[in-house]
């Protein structure tokens, strides 16, 4: 395990994100916890105590994200790991006949927008910073963890531009891995399934009860817990590159 390490963790005020900021201060790490001005990313920081730092960004933004860098060399003088955690979705089907309407463009875009080029833009100048650093006995100088989806392989009926947009985060993981290899940074995208997020906290007990039971084993929703865990793994064994890890209880979505 790295010791005294300085994470970036985006969408860190809820859900996937801040189960891996807790697990990271717990083991020590100086972290960075970005997320948008409107979440309780600065409450959240409070919370977990002075090795959590608030910072507010808007992954699309190219100065948001500079911003958070800068502060961590000014701050900590170094960035050594980045987990992206931040996205959205929408549940449209591509043309509702009924209606005869068509799945709007723009929110189309906006969800590629945010989950992919958001993404790519944290990582592109993560790097940046990472590769600054002294490289271990390894070679090793930073670890990228993506969040995409079980959706990036089997999304559901309404879900073309949350699939889209986490198969492009699926599909880019292999060429950023071996586009930072010669600078020792390693990059690992985790699909999850279903998890007990707050998207999820707010469908009904019944629905959620039903999900659950899609899952052969365990048939129940993951926990955030369970997904820091494996950023953790990520994080502290050095041949994992390049990989896509689905954690999702053996999960293939129905239609």
Known sequence: MLKNAVALVTGGASGLGRATVERFARAGYNVLLCDLPTSKGNDVAKELGEKVVYVPVDVLSEKDVSGALELAKSKFGRLDVSVNCAGIAVAVKTYNFNKKVAHKLEDFQR???????????????????????????????????????????????????YAASKAAVVGMTLPIARDLSTQGIRIVTVAPGLFNTPMLQALPEKVRAFLAKTVPFPQRLGEPAEYAQLVQAIVDNPLLNGEVIRLDGALRMMP
């Open 111 to 161: 969800v590629l927008l945010v989950n992919t080029a958001g993404t790519f833009n944290v990582i592109r100048l993560s790097a940046g910073l990472m590769g600054e650093n002294e490289p271990n006995a390894d070679g090793q100088r930073g670890v990228i963890v993506n969040t995409a989806s079980v959706a990036a392989y089997d999304g559901q009926i309404g879900q073309a531009a």
